[in-house]
């Protein structure tokens, strides 16, 4: 399992707010991605979600911007 950082944008990226960003550990880029993305529509009850980016690791500690953490403790 690998930690990703996955930022994906729901309808609210039409009323000009950011992106949500989210840190979870996942086997493969694209499982991070999918899982992300079903999070954020059932947490937020929007089906219009697109995925803005994916990296590898967290952020660091001077990204400037907050996540969700989805990694499982």
Known sequence: M?????TVAGRERYDGEEPYTYV???????NAVLRVMA????EN???DVI???VFTGEPG????????????T
């Open 2 to 6: 690998a930690t990703y950082t996955v």
């Open 24 to 30: 979870i550990e996942e086997d493969q880029a694209i």
């Open 61 to 72: 500690p001077n990204c400037g911007y907050c996540w969700n953490e989805l990694r499982e």
């Open 51 to 53: 995925p803005i980016s």
């Open 39 to 42: 999070h954020h529509r059932w």
């Open 45 to 47: 009850e929007d089906t």
